[in-house]
């Protein structure tokens, strides 16, 4: 008979590994199941290594610019596999980082496939065999992957996820991305950069479909300026591999089809959720679509267990696994007994969203458009880049700042950005947001000089008709 | 040494309270044991006695105070041989520094006499003397909506009034939600009821301020009107072999100071129905159903301040004689609201009874999360058919009402029938 435990995660992602290091810091028995790596896709194969991938991208566009900023930089070369092997190393070091935390823990790890047997019952069948756990409260953070186009499934020749883009064979000429979101644009942005010819094809009517339409329109010059072909409304009907590459038929938004031929092809159009073959049925664990059913406290309809993350409702962030991860660590704390925790519902509007795509993305809460069809009657505020000092200063003058406010109550109800640095910048409004000031805190905040961030003090005053420096 | 006397959690669900009585003061010597107060949580009045030994040097929080979260500090106590000065509340020195006043308790309905060698605030404080923690948000729609944020408890971090909180206190609807996950039930602490604005149209009135029993009575009869799908099933039963039974038992028991009272064989009855019919004494839980395998009884027990229902656990096990006894001891100490919450806690059915108010026949609402309640009406001389001739027997009318998410309505016949069957022929209640 195996130890009880009083929690085990099934999944060590980013909500994994936080809500286990949580649960321990609580002085609960932890345990944790993996099947892969410790750390998940986010630091494996996802939010870290690309983001050290895209720092490759930035330099070698910098270097490529030295003119701009009075430099000069000579027989500047891109070494495809030494960019993957930085990011492989990047991606190793998180990977132990991980390792160490949960020894630090004192959290077992069982390596191997886990499947629920019931109740409070796990199945883990690793390298060294078969063996049940059992724990008062399981977690599960299974994570997701990303969809396959039904007619063309990746290969990882010609066909690639996000996953084969990572580890390239080799550097693609021309690329087809299929998709607009985070991924497609980033690895998007990233080929571009680093020499390919890059087509992207969206099906919505404009890139980052998710963003407030100014943002869309935004980066969407903004490619095309750096040289990709954007297809909006755009649908491929057809992906055929050969030795050589791929050939696409896309369908246009003047329903005309067109057939293009490409070195290789991206598929990023979405996720689907790692929820077979863990015993979700056997249980009657309510799922929507593949995705597990939870409350604000990340509670499933099975007492006893619990899901976080991509396997359940959007959005689909790293940064929303590990915040569920908490808060379901210290609801489970609290339900063994723990009364100094109090654990809080997250509010979705309170989550942001970033992409790291050259000019980079962020934002937090309502577009001017949702915001709109909730019925809000909004203040929008909008700051140029080409007003901030310090953009003009860096060489990144492009980009903009748009705030939208209800204007019955003052309510900060989005913000909206593009441009240098926006993604290290969006969780000022984020505090915000959660701490529910009204545009008068922000007004009254002290932005400091001279950074980029004025440029939200400045968005903030625009909405009120008060900006500075436009 | 000054010992610093905390909000007991009397009952393990129990958040907060209202201090309701002292019966120390300052400046009393306590022993161990002595009751120190009287606390009210939801249901109950209970005493709360001192574990250590010493003089309550200051009462921090006064009586009648409501929603004193557990862990608060009501009251210091110099400990033996301490001097019986009052003891500053707060464990840092009382600098003369802005630091806010330490809020002794979380945001309370009654204004609360500010506790005295606090250091008051350099900037003014918002609402009734006391810091009130509140959003920004939460502050700009009270003061447009014309709230008084001291009123209102928050659910935000620490008691932090919020924008929902506000929202909730002026009854609106919280603003467009949009795509919040795919949360079903808002977790945590389910909000109580929004309050509802009162009109009295200009009519001369008293406003009586709501007990915590009248407020869990609120609370959980709107929840279960609201939520479970009631069934109703009426029977009339012939009580002339019980009452004849009862009367012959009476007589034995007289010696043991022991009467039954028709409502003590009423609760057996229904013990025993739900064994024979165990489809109806279940509990409805989402993804499942738990059929129990004894019957613990609650029984609605009218007292001044509501209605509170004791529960005598296992009755279809116990003689009718022990159920008596236990009845009459509970319904005794609910008088005078000294149940302990395990005595009135739980239960796997109901039954209500007005016959003793001349209640023809009513249909009651059921207790969440039981599954059953049994209505029971006054039994009364009526014109009856015995073998075809028309005759006088007594008479009462039974309904059940079922939640009809669990019971069918032929599994609730059938324990009507089953009760029926035991009320009418007696014996087997005895068996």
């Given at each position: 008979?195996?130890?009880?435990?009083?929690?085990?995660?099934?999944?060590?992602?980013?909500?994994?590994?936080?809500?286990?290091?949580?649960?321990?810091?609580?002085?609960?028995?932890?345990?944790?199941?993996?099947?892969?790596?410790?750390?998940?896709?986010?630091?494996?194969?996802?939010?870290?290594?690309?983001?050290?991938?895209?720092?490759?991208?930035?330099?070698?566009?910098?270097?490529?610019h030295?003119?701009?900023?009075?430099?000069?930089?000579?027989?500047?070369?891109?070494?495809?596999?030494?960019?993957?092997?930085?990011?492989?190393?990047?991606?190793k070091?998180?990977?132990?980082?991980?390792?160490?935390?949960?020894?630090?823990?004192?959290?077992?790890?069982?390596?191997?496939v886990?499947?629920?047997?019931?109740?409070?019952?796990?199945?883990?069948?690793?390298?060294?065999?078969?063996e049940t756990?059992s724990?008062?409260?399981?977690?599960?953070?299974?994570?997701?992957?990303?969809?396959?186009?039904?007619?063309?499934?990746?290969?990882?020749?010609?066909?690639?996820?996000?996953?084969?883009?990572?580890?390239p064979?080799?550097?693609?000429?021309?690329?087809?991305?299929?998709?607009?979101?985070?991924?497609?644009?980033?690895?998007?942005?990233?080929?571009?950069?680093?020499?390919?010819?890059v087509?992207?094809?969206?099906?919505?009517?404009?890139?980052?479909?998710?963003?407030?339409?100014?943002?869309?329109?935004?980066?969407?010059?903004?490619?095309?300026?750096?040289?990709?072909?954007?297809?909006?409304?755009?649908?491929?009907?057809?992906?055929?591999?050969?030795a050589?590459?791929?050939?696409?038929?896309?369908?246009?938004?003047?329903?005309?089809?067109?057939?293009?031929?490409?070195?290789?092809?991206?598929?990023?159009?979405?996720?689907?959720?790692?929820?077979?073959?863990?015993?979700?049925?056997a249980?009657?664990?309510?799922?929507?679509?593949?995705?597990?059913?939870?409350?604000?406290?990340?509670?499933?309809?099975?007492?006893?267990?619990?899901?976080?993350?991509?396997?359940?409702?959007?959005?689909?962030l790293?940064?929303?696994?590990?915040?569920?991860?908490?808060?379901?660590?210290?609801?489970?704390?609290?339900?063994?007994?723990?009364?100094?925790?109090?654990?809080?519902?997250?509010?979705?509007?309170?989550?942001?969203?970033?992409t790291?795509?050259?000019p980079?993305?962020?934002?937090?809460?309502?577009?001017?458009?949702?915001?709109?069809?909730?019925?809000?009657?909004?203040?929008?505020?909008?700051?140029?880049?080409?007003?901030?000092?310090?953009?003009?200063?860096l060489?990144?003058?492009?980009?903009?700042?748009?705030?939208?406010?209800?204007?019955?109550?003052?309510?900060?109800?989005?913000?909206?950005?593009?441009?240098?640095?926006v993604?290290?910048?969006?969780?000022?409004?984020?505090?915000?947001?959660?701490?529910?000031?009204t545009?008068?805190?922000?007004?009254?905040?002290v932005?400091?000089?001279?950074?980029?961030s004025?440029?939200?003090?400045?968005?903030?005053l625009?909405?009120?008709?008060?900006a500075?420096?436009? | 040494?000054?010992?610093?006397?905390?909000?007991?959690?009397?009952?393990?669900?129990?958040?907060?309270?209202?201090?309701?009585?002292?019966?120390?003061?300052?400046?009393?010597?306590?022993?161990?044991?002595?009751?120190?107060?009287?606390?009210?949580?939801?249901?109950?009045?209970m005493?709360?006695?001192?574990?250590?030994?010493?003089?309550?040097?200051?009462?921090?929080?006064?009586?009648?105070?409501?929603?004193?979260?557990?862990?608060?500090?009501?009251?210091?106590?110099?400990?033996?041989?301490?001097?019986?000065?009052?003891?500053?509340?707060?464990?840092?020195?009382?600098?003369?520094?802005?630091?806010?006043?330490?809020?002794?308790?979380?945001?309370?309905?009654?204004?609360?006499?500010?506790?005295?060698?606090?250091?008051?605030?350099?900037?003014?404080?918002?609402?009734?003397?006391?810091?009130?923690?509140?959003?920004?948000?939460?502050?700009?729609?009270?003061?447009?909506?014309?709230i008084?944020?001291?009123?209102?408890?928050?659910?935000?971090?620490?008691?932090?009034?919020?924008?929902?909180?506000?929202?909730?206190a002026?009854?609106?609807?919280?603003?467009?939600?949009?795509?919040?996950?795919?949360?079903a039930?808002?977790?945590?602490?389910?909000p109580?009821?929004?309050?509802?604005a009162?009109?009295?149209?200009?009519?001369?009135?008293e406003?009586?301020?709501?007990?915590?029993?009248?407020?869990?009575?609120?609370?959980?009869?709107?929840?279960?009107?609201?939520?479970?799908?009631?069934?109703?099933?009426t029977?009339?039963v012939?009580?002339?072999a019980?009452?004849?039974?009862?009367?012959?038992?009476?007589a034995?028991?007289?010696?043991?100071?022991?009467?039954?009272?028709?409502?003590?064989?009423?609760?057996?009855?229904?013990?025993?129905?739900?064994?024979?019919?165990?489809?109806?004494?279940?509990?409805?839980?989402?993804?499942?159903?738990?059929?129990?395998?004894?019957?613990?009884?609650?029984?609605?027990?009218?007292?001044?301040?509501?209605?509170?229902?004791?529960?005598?656990?296992?009755?279809?096990?116990?003689?009718?004689?022990?159920?008596?006894?236990?009845?009459?001891?509970?319904?005794?100490?609910?008088?005078?609201?000294?149940?302990q919450?395990?005595?009135?806690?739980?239960?796997?059915?109901?039954?209500?009874?007005?016959?003793?108010?001349?209640?023809?026949?009513?249909?009651?609402?059921?207790?969440?999360?039981?599954?059953?309640?049994?209505?029971?009406?006054?039994?009364?001389?009526?014109?009856?058919?015995?073998?075809?001739?028309?005759?006088?027997?007594?008479?009462?009318?039974?309904?059940?009402?079922?939640?009809?998410?669990?019971?069918?309505?032929?599994?609730?016949?059938?324990?009507?029938?089953?009760?029926?069957?035991l009320?009418?022929?007696?014996?087997?209640?005895?068996?």
């Amino acid at each position: 008979m195996s130890e009880m435990y009083d929690l085990i995660v099934l999944g060590s992602g980013p909500g994994g590994y936080v809500a286990a290091i949580r649960a321990a810091q609580l002085g609960l028995k932890t345990a944790i199941v993996e099947r892969e790596n410790l750390g998940g896709i986010c630091l494996n194969w996802g939010c870290i290594p690309t983001k050290a991938l895209l720092r490759s991208a930035e330099i070698y566009h910098y270097m490529q610019h030295a003119s701009a900023y009075g430099l000069a930089a000579e027989k500047i070369s891109a070494d495809i596999e030494a960019v993957v092997k930085r990011s492989r190393g990047v991606a190793k070091q998180l990977n132990q980082g991980v390792t160490h935390l949960m020894k630090k823990n004192k959290i077992a790890v069982h390596m191997g496939v886990g499947t629920l047997k019931g109740k409070g019952q796990l199945e883990v069948t690793g390298e060294k065999g078969m063996e049940t756990l059992s724990a008062r409260h399981i977690i599960i953070a299974t994570g997701a992957r990303a969809r396959d186009l039904p007619f063309a499934p990746a290969d990882g020749k010609r066909i690639w996820t996000y996953r084969h883009a990572m580890t390239p064979p080799e550097m693609p000429s021309k690329l087809l991305v299929i998709g607009s979101g985070a991924i497609g644009i980033e690895f998007a942005s990233f080929y571009n950069d680093m020499g390919a010819d890059v087509t992207v094809v969206e099906m919505m009517d404009r890139v980052v479909p998710v963003e407030d339409a100014d943002v869309s329109a935004f980066l969407e010059k903004a490619l095309t300026k750096q040289g990709m072909t954007i297809m909006t409304g755009a649908g491929v009907e057809e992906l055929k591999t050969s030795a050589t590459g791929v050939s696409a038929k896309i369908k246009g938004k003047d329903g005309k089809i067109v057939s293009g031929e490409y070195s290789h092809c991206i598929v990023a159009v979405g996720i689907v959720p790692n929820s077979e073959n863990i015993g979700l049925e056997a249980l009657g664990i309510e799922q929507v679509k593949g995705h597990i059913k939870t409350d604000g406290l990340c509670r499933t309809n099975v007492e006893g267990i619990w899901a976080i993350g991509d396997i359940t409702a959007p959005p689909w962030l790293a940064h929303k696994a590990s915040h569920e991860g908490v808060i379901a660590a210290e609801a489970i704390a609290q339900a063994l007994g723990n009364k100094d925790v109090h654990p809080h519902a997250m509010d979705v509007r309170n989550i942001p969203g970033c992409t790291y795509c050259h000019p980079q993305i962020a934002s937090v809460g309502l577009t001017e458009a949702k915001a709109k069809e909730a019925g809000y009657k909004v203040k929008v505020g909008t700051f140029p880049f080409i007003g901030n000092g310090k953009a003009i200063a860096l060489g990144e003058a492009e980009g903009f700042i748009k705030t939208v406010f209800d204007e019955a109550t003052g309510e900060l109800l989005g913000a909206h950005m593009i441009g240098a640095e926006v993604t290290e910048m969006i969780q000022g409004f984020t505090i915000g947001k959660t701490l529910e000031t009204t545009e008068a805190e922000l007004m009254h905040t002290v932005f400091p000089h001279p950074t980029i961030s004025e440029s939200m003090h400045e968005s903030v005053l625009a909405a009120y008709g008060r900006a500075l420096h436009i | 040494m000054s010992i610093e006397i905390k909000m007991p959690a009397l009952s393990p669900t129990m958040e907060e309270g209202t201090l309701a009585k002292w019966l120390v003061k300052e400046g009393d010597t306590v022993q161990s044991g002595d009751l120190l107060a009287e606390i009210e949580t939801d249901k109950a009045t209970m005493e709360f006695e001192a574990v250590d030994e010493g003089v309550i040097g200051q009462i921090v929080v006064p009586a009648g105070t409501e929603g004193v979260k557990v862990g608060t500090v009501i009251a210091v106590m110099a400990g033996e041989g301490g001097t019986t000065a009052p003891a500053p509340v707060a464990k840092a020195a009382p600098e003369p520094s802005p630091a806010p006043a330490p809020a002794p308790v979380a945001p309370v309905a009654a204004p609360v006499p500010a506790p005295a060698p606090v250091p008051t605030p350099a900037i003014a404080p918002v609402a009734s003397g006391n810091r009130v923690k509140a959003s920004p948000i939460a502050r700009r729609l009270a003061k447009a909506r014309n709230i008084d944020l001291a009123t209102l408890t928050g659910t935000g971090p620490n008691g932090r009034i919020v924008k929902v909180d506000v929202e909730a206190a002026a009854g609106v609807a919280p603003a467009p939600a949009v795509a919040i996950a795919t949360s079903a039930p808002a977790a945590a602490a389910a909000p109580a009821p929004a309050p509802i604005a009162a009109q009295d149209f200009g009519i001369p009135h008293e406003a009586i301020k709501l007990s915590n029993m009248r407020k869990t009575i609120a609370r959980r009869l709107t929840e279960s009107k609201q939520t479970v799908p009631h069934i109703y099933l009426t029977v009339d039963v012939r009580l002339d072999a019980l009452l004849k039974l009862r009367t012959e038992l009476n007589a034995s028991l007289a010696s043991r100071g022991v009467k039954l009272s028709v409502n003590d064989l009423l609760i057996k009855a229904l013990a025993q129905s739900l064994m024979i019919v165990p489809e109806c004494n279940v509990q409805f839980a989402g993804d499942q159903m738990l059929q129990f395998s004894r019957a613990d009884i609650s029984v609605a027990v009218s007292i001044p301040s509501g209605l509170i229902t004791p529960i005598i656990k296992g009755a279809n096990d116990k003689s009718v004689s022990a159920i008596s006894t236990e009845m009459a001891d509970l319904a005794a100490r609910a008088k005078e609201g000294k149940l302990q919450p395990q005595e009135y806690q739980g239960g796997t059915a109901s039954l209500s009874n007005m016959g003793m108010m001349g209640i023809k026949q009513f249909e009651a609402v059921i207790n969440p999360p039981q599954a059953m309640i049994m209505a029971i009406g006054a039994g009364e001389k009526r014109p009856y058919v015995i073998d075809d001739a028309l005759g006088i027997a007594t008479v009462m009318s039974a309904t059940g009402s079922f939640d009809h998410r669990a019971i069918d309505g032929a599994d609730g016949a059938r324990l009507m029938s089953a009760f029926r069957e035991l009320v009418e022929k007696p014996l087997g209640m005895l068996a």
